[in-house]
């Protein structure tokens, strides 16, 4: 079998040989049969490379590869860059599945852009295997981001707005020459440096949406974000929103656009990393008005301090009508 050189899988795991068994087997069936699919085992003790490597038997495009010790994958990508060999690459994590046809889809649509530096798709969370049903993406369509900035502003303001079609990080579709020399936020942002280092190995643009929901996310209790104990903690979330602010600062619409939302995105990641054992929130917030992390008035989402600013307007227009009303009644009667 002849390898596609567009694009490649790699399937992250640790320790979750029974999940990543259902993961492996969505991948291995993409409607694009020349897939070369590589298993990147970061030193799993729990039977991974023996389930593997009977596969490996039965799909020839099928690869193993196992780290002596547990590392950070973004921060390691001196060892993962020489396993590269296509163009593109998807780093596809152990929990979730992938729609047959994603990478048929992904593929079309490079090929139609060969300038695009990333794809991205829609996501959908499930808990049970029994509510994964796919559509039929024969057709597809996307949309696509020529700047950078463009691509950004919508990341920021759709996590809030309809976040099953912000951009969902396992199934990031990376350029490799893109990510030689990219460097990991994870030490300052922690386990929500995710976006940060997809965002950074963007150039100038080009990015791919397919509009469709070709990947489906496992909600369970032994995924990273169900726990508190590895954050985010306050000065993580401050340096996350700051990346954001930082790059979108500079354009009127896309900075009017993040302070509409900034807000919300504080207060959610607060509760997720349960920061009240830390700091109030209205220090909190205060404390990233002041860090840059924020535009405006950090105590109000955006659609709420829409709502303050009518209402303040409205009173202050009834003081006007009443004051007016009171003089005239005066005037007339004296």
């Given amino acids: 079998m002849e390898l596609s050189k567009k694009l490649e899988i790699f399937i992250r795991t640790y320790n979750r040989c029974e999940l990543m068994k259902t993961t492996l087997q969505s991948v291995l069936n993409q409607s694009a049969k020349n897939i070369k699919v590589t298993v990147f ?7 991974t490379g023996d389930y593997v490597r009977s596969q490996m038997q039965e799909h020839e ?13 973004e921060k390691r990508l001196d060892i993962v860059l020489p396993l590269i060999s296509a163009e593109y690459v998807i780093f596809f994590h152990d929990d979730d599945i992938m729609h047959p046809q994603y990478a048929e889809c992904a593929i079309q649509a490079l090929e139609a852009h060969p300038e695009a530096e990333l794809v991205t798709s829609w996501m959908w969370p499930f808990r049970t295997e029994k509510e994964v049903v796919f559509e039929d993406y024969s057709t597809c369509s996307y949309r696509l981001y020529r700047k950078k900035r463009d691509f950004v502003s919508y ?17 990031i579709v990376y350029k490799r020459d893109n990510l ?19 965002l950074d190995s963007i150039k100038a643009g080009n990015v791919i ?5 070709f990947l489906k996310w496992r909600m369970h209790g032994g995924q990273d974000s169900s726990t508190t104990a590895n954050g ?42 349960d920061c009240g054992r830390f700091m109030t929130r209205s220090r ?13 008035y950090p105590m109000l989402s955006g659609i709420k301090c829409i709502r303050f600013i009518l209402n303040r307007l409205s009173r202050l227009l009834w003081k006007k009508i009443r004051f007016f009303y009171e003089t005239y009644s005066l005037q007339v009667g004296s």
């Fill in 41 to 47: 085992d970061n030193a799993s003790t729990d039977g």
């Fill in 61 to 73: 495009n099928l690869f193993y590869y196992k780290t002596q010790e547990n590392i950070i994958f």
């Fill in 155 to 171: 990341v920021y303001a759709s996590w809030v707005l309809w976040w099953d079609k912000n951009m969902f990080f396992p199934g």
């Fill in 180 to 198: 030689i020399g990219l460097q990991s936020r994870f030490d300052v942002m922690g386990k929500i440096a995710d976006k940060p280092f997809v």
């Fill in 209 to 213: 949406q397919l509009e469709g929901y």
């Fill in 232 to 273: 985010p903690f306050p000065e993580q979330i401050i340096a996350h929103n700051k990346y954001f602010y930082d790059m979108l600062k500079g354009d009127r619409q896309a900075r009017f656009n993040f302070n509409l939302v900034a807000s919300e995105w504080l207060r959610q990641l607060y509760e997720m990393g």
């Fill in 284 to 296: 909190f917030s205060i404390k990233a008005y002041k860090a840059g992390a924020i535009g405006f």
